[in-house]
């Protein structure tokens, strides 16, 4: 087994698959990290293809980056066993969340986030919805109670992003700090005001 980091990615079906694309990136690059497993749902694979013309193969082949067949409960990342540092879901559909805040464990998406839950694992949910019934809050407060960072899908705009890409990035940094990945990026908030 090699050194380094093993995170898991999940892109589920909302919209905003661009920023899983821009936080899957940022986790291959990372030198810390030696691995990224990656799971999409049925509806994420869905949205990846209308929303960034992307096909699972093309995010397959960044380095570190292993996808997963969301289906296989018998995958490494379903054992609390396996050595896994940290899972992100983004974004994070509020089906999803209502899985994972369930503890319904019936696809590896939701499988490898209760894992990250028993094991005390950082658990990051990125989620993708509005407007918020009360079982969406009330199931964010489920996953908030039981060790997940709940992390809306918000962009900031404090950074004066030129691009949809500086968006996507500056929130892909936000999601790597909950990892513990906390990397240099010149769009972070500095003493006496913007960037």
């Not at 691995?35 to 990846?48: F, H, N």
């Not at 960034?52 to 969301?70: F, I, N, Y």
Request: hydrophobic share 40%; with cysteine.
């Amino acid at each position: 087994m090699s050194a380094g980091l093993r995170f898991t990615l999940a892109i589920t079906g909302a919209s905003g698959a661009a920023f899983g694309v821009a936080t899957l990136k940022r986790l291959s690059a990372n030198p810390a990290v030696a691995q990224v497993a990656l799971l999409l749902s049925p509806t994420g694979r869905r949205c990846l293809l209308d929303e960034t013309g992307l096909a699972p193969k093309d995010l397959a082949a960044l380095p570190k980056v292993s996808l997963r067949d969301e289906r296989d409960l018998g995958a490494d990342i379903s054992s609390g066993s396996h050595r896994q540092d940290g899972m992100v879901i983004v974004p994070c559909s509020a089906g999803a969340l209502g899985r994972i805040a369930s503890g319904v464990s019936e696809t590896l998406v939701s499988r490898a986030a209760d894992v990250c839950l028993k094991e005390r694992r950082p658990l990051v949910l990125c989620l993708r919805e509005t407007p918020l019934n009360r079982i969406h809050l009330e199931n964010m407060l489920r996953v908030h109670d039981a060790g997940a960072v709940v992390m809306p899908l918000t962009p900031g705009f404090y950074s004066g992003p030129k691009t949809l890409e500086d968006l996507f990035d500056t929130f892909a940094t936000r999601v790597l700090d909950q990892l513990g990945l906390s990397e240099t990026d010149g769009r972070r908030w500095k003493e006496g005001g913007r960037p």
